[in-house]
T-cell receptor, first 115, second 110 residues
């Protein structure tokens, strides 16, 4: 595809259920980032993957959050035992490398609502 | 105090006006990004700067590393420019993490 693709675009889930969000980066992009934006707030960094290196998980808010990426392809962000505070737009971005001067391309986001 | 501060938080302009959005940061950075978030939530990267000035169409971005300040200018503004504009920096001491400003909500009226 031409851009970063995320699915689903919208997800409503009941409190306590697990959810899985998917990100398809631009082909050839070795770096992949997950961010979230809660209503009325700014963007928060969650996790960063660069090639086959160990991911930077420093932004994950709790151990209910995890993410995986196989090689340089799809990534999934999993939230276990969802809470209402997890409601947010989850954004994925990818770039050609993890060096500081490469531009990141964002997906459209997944809007998660926990009821 | 937030590491990245944007001003104004909200801005309403008439079509055709020249618009300036400011971003100040308090940390040493390696790069600064300007992002545009549309009402539906999608984000587009407008510029990435590490020095000087960049121009793309009606958009101009400048950065002053010594003063830790960047500006985004929109010339001949149009209603389709209405969006949230977000400044984000790569902190020298935070690896590849981006730190985001709170955003500037711009509305351009016809």
């Amino acid at each position: 595809g031409a851009g970063v693709s995320q699915s689903p675009s919208n997800k409503v889930t009941e409190k306590g259920k697990d959810v899985e969000l998917r990100c398809d980066p631009i082909s050839g992009h070795t770096a992949l980032y997950w961010y979230r934006q809660r209503l009325g707030q700014g963007l928060e960094f969650l996790i960063y993957f660069q090639g086959n290196s160990a991911p930077d998980k420093s932004g994950l808010p709790s151990d209910r959050f995890s993410a995986e990426r196989t090689g340089e392809s799809v990534s999934t962000l999993t939230i276990q035992r969802t809470q209402q505070e997890d409601s947010a737009v989850y954004l994925c971005a990818s770039s050609t490398s993890g060096t500081v001067n490469t531009e990141a391309f964002f997906g459209q986001g997944t809007r998660l609502t926990v009821v | 105090k937030n590491e990245v501060e944007q001003s104004p938080q909200n801005l309403t302009a008439q079509e055709g006006e020249f618009i300036t959005i400011n971003c100040s940061y308090s940390v040493g950075i390696s790069a600064l990004h300007w992002l545009q978030q549309h009402p539906g939530g999608g984000i587009v990267s407008l510029f990435m700067l590490s020095s000087g000035k960049k121009k793309h169409g009606r958009l101009i971005a400048t950065i002053n590393i010594q003063e830790k300040h960047s500006s985004l200018h929109i010339t001949a503004s149009h209603p389709r420019d209405s969006a949230v504009y977000i400044c984000a920096v790569r902190d020298n001491n935070a690896g590849n993490m981006l730190t985001f400003g709170g955003g500037t909500r711009l509305m351009v009226k016809p």
